[in-house]
């Protein structure tokens, strides 16, 4: 629910996270992610303001759990070692610290805390397709250094095709000590087969969303996941049966819009570019006459972090002055 | 559209089919499959009756391309010769005739009938995931002596994992002196990965629908693989921002609902049956008290074929027995 928190525009009710974490646990799923869609401290006018505060919801979904841990997400410099700890107070057991592939180093002091806190910790390096290999294993390294007990190859952008999946994880098993896990978007529509490339590789633990319910066109779809897992002939002790009443019974009712792939999702996975992007790409195209798929590929090559939206307006002017002079 | 006929439960007006041509046409796809969703003549009471008659369709498309071949399905017993005469009359360039993987001697005839017509002509094997890889060769075979230029591995119940689909289209490459293609179904989400496999072996047709507009949860999405085969360095010469447009602004409206992977198009892919075996299980399971999902899997073990929706019956009556001694 915390990407998912983006698909509701942070709209989630304390109802409906207690009623997909009831689900969810109830199904054997060992980990609920709830926060903010931009992690702890997300709710504010520049990312979104939330209907119902975090901490309420990850007390809500504590209380509905009997088996899963709650987990939640930390972006330094959006939230900080005070919400936290509030975080673990109401009950939260892991935090997942999360980082631009190539700033690691600015979770150090997170997961010492998180540690010293008695949580467990994973490091989360985004828009991994961003960087070459050798420098996310790097930046995985460092968040070994730092006590992480696992770090993850995040796909923001739902960028990475399965062979590039393959060589990022089996680079990583083959340097890091810890666990490794994978979270995939589906706008190039391979999340589920990056997925399973790299669990073949060695991940151990794998993110999913029910309904494909996270940003641009959502994640690997949870109950798709543990069917054909299930038909591979591995039993991970998940009841595919309640996950799909509970997609379809709970989740799929609160879905403001189905989440296929669309222009959108599509051009951001194509493009290698955050959904933030999409809006503002539009807008400079218009103003600058210049399509705006060509601007997010641009931005794309330019690799561009969150937060650099400014870019956007650069690219699309040099564009147009290209076009005037082609022309 | 022969496949995204089913979608629409066979109502596409001559309006859509004609906008919907032009705009593949135009991206430079070379092939649009125009017919009922069961093929040539399969508007009827049991397969379900064309708004407009697919003759009237088919001369349509053909008006609007001025590069792509128009196709049409043909399913040996449901369509006959007479119907494919009259499809070449009206411009067809290519015909597929489907049979069930197992069954391909019965397209003898209607692959003789139409190399004499000089249409182009494919042998296309129904449900590939349910017959050995041997017996799928021999079935190939088989095609390919009757005259067929190609043969598809069709997964008519998107139920092939990328495993399953290197070790069929593999087999086939080595046994096979024609072509080979893969058509896909996105029930278990790895349409595009599972296309990107069958690429990677030798085929070299491949089956796509806009917004994944095809049965169940739909085909290989056109759009999306043209943008990962782009991003993989091969250019096919489609125009993806064009595909885009035509996804989007002429297809998304036709749409009656999203092509999400929902409950039913999991269960028939996770169990490998015909989408048309939904309704039937769900009935039987409320009349015998058995989960619809338990019904479905036991009927795709013991490989029903298409129009074998009886047994669905006997099933369920035996599931319900087994439950009232189980308990």
């Given at each position: 629910m915390r990407d998912g928190s983006h698909v509701v525009a942070h709209q989630f009710t304390r109802e409906q996270v207690q009623a997909v974490a009831k689900g969810l646990d109830d199904a054997g799923v060992p980990y609920i992610e709830v926060s903010h869609g931009d992690g702890l401290?997300?709710?504010?006018i520049q990312y979104g303001r939330s209907l119902v505060g975090e901490m309420e919801l990850i007390e809500a979904a504590v209380a509905s759990c009997k088996q899963a841990k709650v987990a939640v997400l930390l972006i330094p410099g959006i939230g900080t070692v005070h919400e936290l700890k509030e975080a673990q107070n109401r009950g939260a057991g892991l935090v997942r610290v999360a980082t631009h592939v190539t700033e690691a180093d600015v979770s150090a002091q997170h997961i010492h805390i998180a540690r010293e806190l008695g949580m467990e910790v994973c490091g989360f390096l985004m828009m991994?397709?961003?960087?070459?290999v050798e420098k996310l294993v790097e930046q995985a390294k460092l968040m070994q250094s730092y006590g992480a007990e696992a770090v993850y190859v995040t796909d923001s952008a739902g960028a990475l095709l399965p062979d590039q999946v393959r060589e990022r994880i089996r680079a990583l098993r083959q340097s890091l000590d810890i666990e490794i896990g994978f979270h995939a978007h589906n706008n190039l529509s391979v999340a589920i087969a990056n997925t399973l490339v790299a669990l073949e590789e060695g991940a151990t633990r794998i993110d999913g969303s029910l309904r494909c319910l996270?940003?641009?066109?959502?994640?690997?779809?949870t109950e798709v996941l543990i069917a054909v897992l299930d038909r591979m002939g591995?039993?991970?002790?998940?009841?595919l049966y309640k996950l799909m009443d509970v997609a379809e019974e709970i989740v799929g009712p609160i879905m403001?819009?189905?989440?296929?792939?669309?222009k959108g999702s599509l051009v951001m996975g194509y493009a290698g570019v955050?959904?933030?992007f999409l809006l503002h790409a539009e807008r400079a195209g218009k103003r600058f006459g210049v399509d705006p798929r060509d601007i997010l590929l641009e931005v794309g090559r330019r690799k561009a972090v969150g937060?650099?939206?400014?870019m956007i307006i650069d690219v699309a002017a040099e564009l147009a002055k290209l076009q005037k002079a082609g022309g």
């Amino acid at each position: 629910m915390r990407d998912g928190s983006h698909v509701v525009a942070h709209q989630f009710t304390r109802e409906q996270v207690q009623a997909v974490a009831k689900g969810l646990d109830d199904a054997g799923v060992p980990y609920i992610e709830v926060s903010h869609g931009d992690g702890l401290g997300g709710s504010t006018i520049q990312y979104g303001r939330s209907l119902v505060g975090e901490m309420e919801l990850i007390e809500a979904a504590v209380a509905s759990c009997k088996q899963a841990k709650v987990a939640v997400l930390l972006i330094p410099g959006i939230g900080t070692v005070h919400e936290l700890k509030e975080a673990q107070n109401r009950g939260a057991g892991l935090v997942r610290v999360a980082t631009h592939v190539t700033e690691a180093d600015v979770s150090a002091q997170h997961i010492h805390i998180a540690r010293e806190l008695g949580m467990e910790v994973c490091g989360f390096l985004m828009m991994a397709h961003s960087a070459p290999v050798e420098k996310l294993v790097e930046q995985a390294k460092l968040m070994q250094s730092y006590g992480a007990e696992a770090v993850y190859v995040t796909d923001s952008a739902g960028a990475l095709l399965p062979d590039q999946v393959r060589e990022r994880i089996r680079a990583l098993r083959q340097s890091l000590d810890i666990e490794i896990g994978f979270h995939a978007h589906n706008n190039l529509s391979v999340a589920i087969a990056n997925t399973l490339v790299a669990l073949e590789e060695g991940a151990t633990r794998i993110d999913g969303s029910l309904r494909c319910l996270g940003a641009g066109a959502g994640n690997a779809q949870t109950e798709v996941l543990i069917a054909v897992l299930d038909r591979m002939g591995m039993d991970i002790g998940i009841d595919l049966y309640k996950l799909m009443d509970v997609a379809e019974e709970i989740v799929g009712p609160i879905m403001p819009h189905s989440q296929e792939i669309r222009k959108g999702s599509l051009v951001m996975g194509y493009a290698g570019v955050y959904s933030s992007f999409l809006l503002h790409a539009e807008r400079a195209g218009k103003r600058f006459g210049v399509d705006p798929r060509d601007i997010l590929l641009e931005v794309g090559r330019r690799k561009a972090v969150g937060g650099q939206e400014d870019m956007i307006i650069d690219v699309a002017a040099e564009l147009a002055k290209l076009q005037k002079a082609g022309g």
